[in-house]
């Protein structure tokens, strides 16, 4: 080591002494820094004191709770409570107590705590799976009042009410029922059936408090609701002339899992007073508000309603949908903000009732409010083939017969023979058609494809004189057609199909499956409906007996759509209720036997016959076309040929 380099560290040392020595902390340095570690250790000290505190005051909140008297605890929890509820303080104490009124078509359960509808029980009915019909469950549900009191927000659902009933479970008794007349409210009249009310109160002082009264009678699926405002004038925010009630349910699934199904037709419907029902869109997230009073408002799936309905009117609400499709357990959250008319008198009341029941066509009827409406039953041109002709004589087979294989059999029938004089009739015009067919194809061959008008007018000169209709052969289709189209409507939203087997088939407002296969073909499905084969088959069958007698050069790709037809209904209806399927193949075989009978009931040769004799006869003119000859002359016009 060099002489430099010993004199650069010895001077590097003394550098490092001189600094420490010049920047030693004084003695009023190191007594702030005492403080700081004190004052740090007693923040630690009351902290741990403050824990300790916190928890003997919790051990003493839970010996009050089991009976045992602190006064000082006492007052403590009960001023905390004061502070954050008002008036209110003594109900957001108790303990939750169920309460059950049932009659002989369901159950309904009440909670003290929140004094609510906590769930709905639809006695004679079952999911496909074969549980117990729940509408809806408290614990995936909410239902209460929400309004500010002395500046506080106050939501019912999370206090304690008072019960008017100690019994906890009434029962309603009456006499038996006839099949089809389940809920009919006539039913009760001039007969003993008994009514039940409960009343849940919300206590805010003496004298003073928010009252639901519920009450339910024999043989009804309505449920009473009346809301009572006692004595809350001073209690209750007055610079609103509204009470907030929200109602919120997540629906559960109750029917078999299909693209045509449940999913297909659950929404909320709602009723303006002066207006026409309306509903918002299925399987699509959507809020509306409602800024016109409105009459009622509806949970909807596709065989049951829960139904919220006002006495007078809702003048206000928002609604909102929310649907579940990755959730099996549940179709979709339903969700009602209804604003109550509130003018701060001492005592108020708003009446309304609940509908927690099937979605049958003559039940809902019953009560004039159009909740019927609910049941789609087709376009304005077919809703009344449903109305006036399917429903009825459905409903009539019913009180008869319990096999609804049998009912959809007699009612094809039925409908059959309605249309029986015209569909002979057509027949008849078919037969003169076919009888023609040899002129005809005279006239195709004179005239070939270049002249199609020339073509055309003489195939209708020659239907005249022969005195054929060539539209005669579509009068049946003209009078069947809505019936089929009505049929498509009714058969997958008519309850009484639900959970109905007939042969293979387990459910008719369902599809039947007698194969389910290993992949899933794009429009068809993963399974086979035999009820939809059949049908193909069979229309595929009455269309080439049809063809028979028709012509078709004239329009060449008519055949192949003939045809066409029946292959697309076989994807369409594969997945669609069996229900429908088997009235089609009925009615596929009625017809086929009809023109089996038809061909024997005709003389061809004698029909040939009579209409050359009319190709002889001059032609006969309507009274129209005289009249406009008439009219003609009268002008000095030459009339037309």
Known sequence: MDRNTIFGALLIFLILIGFSYFNRPSEQQIA???????????????????????????????????????????????????????????ASV??????????????????????????????????????????????????GMNFFSQNRSIETES??????????????????????????????????????????????????????????????????????????????????????????????RQERRSSYGEDNYSTIYYKFQEDDVEKMSTGKNETESLRTKTQWISFKQLFFASTLIADNAFPTADIKTEFTKEDPRYVGNFNADIALPYEGKDNESVKMKFYFGPSHYTTLKQYGLSLERQINLGYAIV???????????????RQYISNFGVIILLLTI??????????????????????????????????GTDKPMEKQQAVMNLYKKAGVNPLGGCLPMLFQFPVLVAMFFFFPTSIELRQQSFLWATDLSSYDSIMTLPFTIPFYGNHVSLFCLLMTIT?????????????????????????????????????????LSYYYFLANVITIGQMYVFRFMIDEEKIRAQIQLNKKKPVVKSKFQQKLEEMSKQQGMKPRK
Do not use: C
């Not at 309605?418 to 005279?442: G, N, R, W």
């Open 32 to 90: 702030a820094a005492k403080r700081q570690r004190d004052s740090i250790e007693l923040v630690r000290v009351e902290q741990e004191k403050k824990i300790v505190s916190e928890k003997k005051l919790a051990e003493a909140q839970a010996t009050l709770a089991s009976g045992v008297q602190g006064d000082s605890v006492i007052s403590a929890a009960d001023q905390e409570r004061k502070d954050k509820f008002g008036v209110f303080a003594d």
């Open 94 to 143: 108790g303990t939750e107590k169920f309460y059950t009124i049932e009659n002989n078509l369901m159950k309904v359960t009440f909670s003290n705590k929140g004094g609510r509808i906590y769930s709905v029980e639809l006695k004679n009915y079952k999911t496909f799976e074969g549980k117990p019909l729940v509408l809806f469950e408290g614990n995936t549900s909410k239902f």
């Open 159 to 252: 206090f304690y009410f008072t019960p008017s009933e100690t019994q906890e479970n009434l029962v309603l008794t009456g006499p038996e029922v006839k099949k089809g007349r389940e809920g009919i409210e006539k039913f009760n009249e001039g007969t003993a059936a008994n009514q039940k009310s409960i009343s849940m109160r919300l206590m805010a002082g003496e004298g003073k408090y928010l009252e639901y009264k519920y009450s339910l009678s024999y043989n009804s699926y309505l449920v009473g609701f009346d809301v009572n405002v006692v004595n809350l004038n001073n209690v209750i925010t007055t610079n609103s002339n509204y009470l907030n009630f929200n109602w919120k349910v997540a629906v559960p």
């Open 383 to 397: 809703r009344p083939v449903n109305k006036w002709i399917i429903i009825p004589t459905f409903n009539f087979l």
């Open 414 to 447: 039925f409908i059959k023979l309605i249309i029986f004089p015209f569909t002979y009739k057509s027949y008849h015009s078919q037969a003169k058609m076919k009888a023609l067919k040899p002129e005809v194809d005279e006239i195709n061959a004179k005239f």
């Open 539 to 579: 229309t595929i069958i009455s269309t080439y007996m049809n063809s028979q007698s028709q012509s078709t050069e004239a329009m060449p790709g008519m055949k192949t759509m003939m045809y066409l037809m029946p292959v697309m209904f076989l994807f369409i209806l594969n997945g669609y209720a069996s229900g």
